[in-house]
């Protein structure tokens, strides 16, 4: 059984710019979250997604996005780069359903570096 | 709002001691524990899931209690090698389908 795929694995980019990173979660799992990791934050939960809605929302600036696809692949997106925006950016994939008591299973990451 | 600490940050032991690694949560409504494990640079290898019903979940080596009364949970590795040193982190999920509030982490550091 397939892991959950997050692409690209490293990316640098130019403050100003935008990016647009990618997460397919397990086959069959229909919520995709993404977190934020630095090293004087910590994990912090951006955005959950679950058949194609936002259900959830951290405390996050209006730059970062998401969206999912009816195949349950998510995108997130962040505008207008800031220095602060460079992190690992973690993905995490679960059943979504709310009957059941179920765990996440987290990607690779990706690694942004804004300069 | 639900706070998760993790104390102490770093820890080092020699090989064969066993770990104990500690987490705490102000809000004792939760949903699910779960404890992962993150080498340097990379994503968070779930390693238990305790539901809030639970007292306790154990996966070869590596057992973690919860007494959400107290707010807290331990997560216990039996002789520790080197291969285990790594950050371990826990994390609570007050509702179904709801974030994962973490806590700061715990360096794990295995000595041969």
């Known amino acids: 059984k397939a892991g959950v795929t997050q692409t690209p694995r490293y990316l640098i980019k130019t403050r100003g710019q935008q990016v647009t990173l990618s997460c397919s979660p397990i086959s069959g799992h229909r919520s995709v979250s993404w977190y934020q990791q630095t090293p004087g934050q910590g994990l912090q939960f951006l955005f959950e997604y679950f058949s194609e809605t936002q259900r959830n929302k951290g405390n996050f600036p209006g730059r970062f996005s998401g969206r999912q696809f009816s195949n349950s692949r998510s995108e997130m997106n962040v505008s207008t780069l800031e220095l602060g925006d460079s992190a690992l950016y973690l993905c995490a994939s679960s059943p979504g359903g709310t009957g059941d008591n179920y765990g996440y299973t987290f990607g690779s990451g990706t690694r942004l570096t804004v300069v | ?112």
């Not at chain 2, 409504?29 to 404890?35: G, H």
């Not at chain 2, 590795?77 to 285990?84: L, R, T």
């Open chain 2, 1 to 112: 709002k639900q706070e998760v600490t993790q104390i102490p940050a770093a820890l080092s032991v020699p090989e064969g001691e066993n770990l104990v690694l500690n987490c705490s949560f102000t809000d004792s409504a939760i949903y699910n524990l779960q404890w992962f494990r993150q080498d340097p640079g990379k994503g968070l290898t779930s390693l238990l899931l305790i539901q809030s019903s639970q007292r306790e979940q154990t996966s070869g080596r590596l057992n973690a209690s919860l007494d959400k009364s107290s707010g807290r949970s331990t997560l216990y590795i039996a002789a520790s090698q080197p291969g285990d040193s790594a950050t371990y982190l826990c994390a609570v999920a007050v509702a179904a389908g709801n974030k994962l509030t973490f806590g700061g982490g715990t360096r794990v550091l295995v000595k041969p």
